[in-house]
C-alpha cells in the first residue's frame, strides 16, 4: 500500500475524548483482551479498543478474554472504577454461561453486548477435518449464538448486540474456508436476533473489518506477507479504534433505527477492489 493520506484524525488513532454517547449503559465485552505477539508496542486490537472506548464514553464494561491477564490490562487502559475483567474460554458452553452471569452480577444488569472472539482455522479445503472446522465453527459461531441466548432473559429493552465479523464473510481473500463460511455465517445469526428483538427494541447489527493494522492482523500478515501489500483504496491498513467506534455508533441511541444490517469498516476495499 501506499504512503498516501496517513495522517489520523483522533478518532482513528484512540485519543479523542469521551463524549458520554454510552452513559449510564451496562456492556459485556466478550473477547476484550488483546493477543501478545510478541511485540513492545503493539496497537490496540478490536477487543481491547472497544473495552477502553465504550468505558470512556461513560459505559460500565465487563471484559472477558479467554486469558485473564490480557482482560485485566484492558480494564486498567479504562477510566477508573469503569471496568471488571472475566475469564471466559467461549468454546466451552458452561463458561459462556457463568460469564454472562458473572457480567450480570458485577455491571447491575445488561444492555449491550460486543462478541468480538475469532480464530482463523486451517487453510485450503485439503487440510481441513471434521474437528478442525467444527472447533473453529464452535469459536466463531455458536459462541455468539450461546452467549446471546444466556443474556436474552437479562437484556433491558432497548439493548444493543454487536458481532464484529469480517469482510472475509462477504468476499473470498482468507484462504482459511472455515474463517470465511463463520464469518458470513454470521449475518444469519444477527438478523434472526434482530427479528427476535422486534417488540423489545433489541436492536443486532454487525460490524465487519477489513484488514487491520492489530495484533491479530500482523499475526495474520507474518503467514501471508502479500497481505501487508493489499491494494486498499484508502492506501492503508485500519486501526482497532475504527472498528470500535463503528461499534460504538451501534450500540448508542444514535443508532436506535438501525438493526439487522452489516456496517463495513474496510476503507473501501470490498466495494471498490
Sequence with gaps: MSERHIHLPPESRGAAPGRGR??????LVVGGGQTDIG??????????????????????????????????????????????????????????????????AALGGIDGLALNVGI??????????????????????????????AAWP????????????????IKPGSRIPAYDSSKAALGGLCRHVALEGEKR???ANIVAPGLMDTSIGRL????????ATTPVPLSRQGTGWETAYAALFLMSDEAAYVTGQTLIVDGGLSALR
Design 39 to 104: 511485540e513492545d508496542d503493539t496497537p490496540a486490537g478490536n477487543g481491547r479498543a472497544m473495552s477502553i472506548l465504550f468505558a470512556r464514553e461513560g459505559a460500565k464494561v465487563a471484559v472477558a478474554d479467554r486469558v485473564l491477564a490480557t482482560a485485566q490490562t484492558s480494564v486498567a487502559l479504562m477510566p477508573a472504577g469503569q471496568g471488571i475483567a472475566i475469564a471466559a474460554d467461549v468454546s466451552d458452553p458452561d463458561a459462556i454461561e457463568k460469564m454472562v452471569a458473572e457480567a450480570i
Design 154 to 169: 437479562h437484556f433491558a429493552d432497548a439493548s444493543s448486540i454487536v458481532f464484529i465479523s469480517s469482510i472475509a464473510g
Design 220 to 227: 495474520a500478515s507474518r503467514g501471508r506477507p502479500s497481505r
Design 201 to 203: 427494541a433489541i436492536r
Design 120 to 149: 482463523g482455522g486451517k487453510a485450503l479445503l485439503a487440510d481441513n477435518d471434521a474437528a478442525a472446522w467444527d472447533f473453529t465453527f464452535a469459536v466463531n459461531l455458536r459462541s455468539h449464538m450461546l452467549s446471546v441466548r
Design 22 to 27: 454510552l452513559t449510564g449503559r451496562r456492556i
